[in-house]
C-alpha cells in the first residue's frame, strides 16, 4: 500500500514538473515569438523606404522593449534611410524636404552628430548660394531700376529742353513781322524772274494782267526793276507800260529800271525786293 502510494505521488510530482516546465517555456518564447514579427514588419517597411512607417514601428518597439539591444541598429539605419532621402531630396533641388529629413535623422541619433555633417553643410551651402544669388539679383533689379529711373529723367529733360526751344520757336514766330503777299515774287528772295513769253507772241491781254501783278509787287516790296528784252525797241514800249501801272498804285514811287539786251533769250522781268 505504502508502496503504491508513494508511487503515486512520485508520478504527479513529475507530472507537475512538466507541466512547469511546459508553461516556463511557453511564456517567454510566445513574447520573442512576438517581436521577432515587429521587428520583422519594422525591416520591411525600411526595405521599401516606409520611413515615416518605419518609424512608427520603432518608436513601439522602443515602448515596448526598450533594453533590446536591437533596437540601436535599427534606429541607426531608419536614421541612414532619412539621410539617403535627404541627399536625394538636394540633388532634385528640394531644399525644404531635404532639411526636414536632416531634421528626423538628427533626432533619431542625436548622439552622433557626425553622422549628419555632411548632408547638413550641403545643405547649408545651397542656402548660402540661394542667399548669394538673391543678393545679386536683387542688386541687379536695383541697378537696372535705378538705369531706367535716370533714363526717364533724361528722356524727361529733353522733352522739356524740345517744349522750351518749341515754345521760343513760337514767340519769335509771334514777333516776327509778317512779310506781305506777294502775288508773283519770293518777298525772301534776293530777286524773282518773271517770264514774258506774251511779247514775243504778241499777247497784249496777257502782258497787260501780268504788269498789273508785276506792279503791285514792286509797290508793295519796293523792287528794283531790270527789264530783258531781244531788242531796244521792245524796252521802250514795255518800259512806260510798267511805269503806269506803278504810277497809278503809288504817285510817290519812282522804281529804279534797267535794260538788258539778250537777243537769243525769252524777255523777262528781274524784280528785286529792297528789304
Given at each position: 500500500?505504502?508502496?503504491?502510494?508513494?508511487?503515486?505521488?512520485?508520478?504527479?510530482?513529475?507530472?507537475?514538473?512538466?507541466?512547469?516546465?511546459?508553461?516556463?517555456?511557453?511564456?517567454?518564447?510566445?513574447?520573442?515569438?512576438?517581436?521577432?514579427?515587429?521587428?520583422?514588419?519594422?525591416?520591411?517597411?525600411?526595405?521599401?523606404?516606409?520611413?515615416?512607417?518605419?518609424?512608427?514601428?520603432?518608436?513601439?518597439?522602443?515602448?515596448?522593449?526598450?533594453?533590446?539591444?536591437?533596437?540601436?541598429?535599427?534606429?541607426?539605419?531608419?536614421?541612414?534611410?532619412?539621410?539617403?532621402?535627404?541627399?536625394?531630396?538636394?540633388?532634385?533641388?528640394?531644399?525644404?524636404?531635404?532639411?526636414?529629413?536632416?531634421?528626423?535623422a538628427r533626432q533619431l541619433m542625436?548622439?552622433?552628430?557626425?553622422?549628419?555633417?555632411?548632408?547638413?553643410?550641403?545643405?547649408?551651402?545651397?542656402?548660402?548660394?540661394?542667399?548669394?544669388?538673391?543678393?545679386?539679383?536683387?542688386?541687379?533689379?536695383?541697378?537696372?531700376?535705378?538705369q531706367a529711373q535716370a533714363a526717364?529723367?533724361?528722356?524727361?529733360?529733353?522733352?522739356?529742353?524740345?517744349?522750351?526751344?518749341?515754345?521760343?520757336?513760337?514767340?519769335?514766330?509771334?514777333?516776327?513781322?509778317?512779310?506781305?503777299?506777294?502775288?508773283?515774287?519770293?518777298?525772301?528772295?534776293?530777286?524773282?524772274?518773271?517770264?514774258?513769253?506774251?511779247?514775243?507772241?504778241?499777247?497784249?491781254?496777257?502782258?497787260?494782267?501780268?504788269?498789273?501783278?508785276?506792279?503791285?509787287?514792286?509797290?508793295?516790296?519796293?523792287?528794283?526793276?531790270?527789264?530783258?528784252?531781244?531788242?531796244?525797241?521792245?524796252?521802250?514800249?514795255?518800259?512806260?507800260?510798267?511805269?503806269?501801272?506803278?504810277?497809278?498804285?503809288?504817285?510817290?514811287?519812282?522804281?529804279?529800271?534797267?535794260?538788258?539786251?539778250?537777243?537769243?533769250?525769252?524777255?523777262?522781268?528781274?524784280?528785286?525786293?529792297?528789304?
Open positions: 500500500m505504502i508502496s503504491f502510494a508513494s508511487r503515486c505521488l512520485s508520478i504527479l510530482a513529475l507530472s507537475l514538473l512538466l507541466a512547469a516546465c511546459q508553461s516556463a517555456a511557453q511564456g517567454p518564447g510566445a513574447a520573442t515569438d512576438e517581436l521577432l514579427g515587429d521587428f520583422r514588419l519594422l525591416e520591411q517597411s525600411l526595405a521599401s523606404g516606409q520611413l515615416s512607417e518605419a518609424e512608427s514601428r520603432l518608436n513601439a518597439l522602443q515602448s515596448r522593449a526598450s533594453g533590446d539591444a536591437r533596437l540601436e541598429r535599427y534606429q541607426r539605419q531608419l536614421a541612414e534611410a532619412y539621410l539617403r532621402q535627404g541627399q536625394t531630396a538636394l540633388q532634385s533641388g528640394d531644399l525644404d524636404r531635404a532639411a526636414k529629413a536632416l531634421s528626423q542625436p548622439q552622433a552628430p557626425a553622422l549628419t555633417t555632411g548632408l547638413g553643410g550641403a545643405i547649408a551651402q545651397v542656402r548660402q548660394t540661394e542667399l548669394e544669388a538673391a543678393d545679386l539679383a536683387s542688386n541687379a533689379a536695383e541697378q537696372a531700376a535705378a526717364r529723367r533724361e528722356q524727361a529733360r529733353q522733352l522739356h529742353l524740345a517744349a522750351e526751344r518749341q515754345a521760343a520757336a513760337i514767340k519769335a514766330t509771334d514777333h516776327a513781322p509778317t512779310l506781305p503777299h506777294a502775288q508773283l515774287i519770293d518777298p525772301a528772295a534776293p530777286s524773282s524772274i518773271i517770264a514774258l513769253p506774251m511779247l514775243d507772241s504778241r499777247d497784249n491781254q496777257g502782258l497787260y494782267r501780268l504788269l498789273d501783278a508785276v506792279a503791285a509787287d514792286v509797290v508793295k516790296f519796293r523792287c528794283t526793276v531790270t527789264i530783258q528784252v531781244r531788242q531796244a525797241g521792245d524796252y521802250l514800249w514795255l518800259a512806260p507800260l510798267l511805269k503806269a501801272r506803278i504810277e497809278r498804285l503809288d504817285p510817290d514811287f519812282s522804281p529804279t529800271m534797267s535794260q538788258r539786251l539778250e537777243p537769243e533769250q525769252t524777255p523777262q522781268l528781274l524784280l528785286s525786293p529792297q528789304h
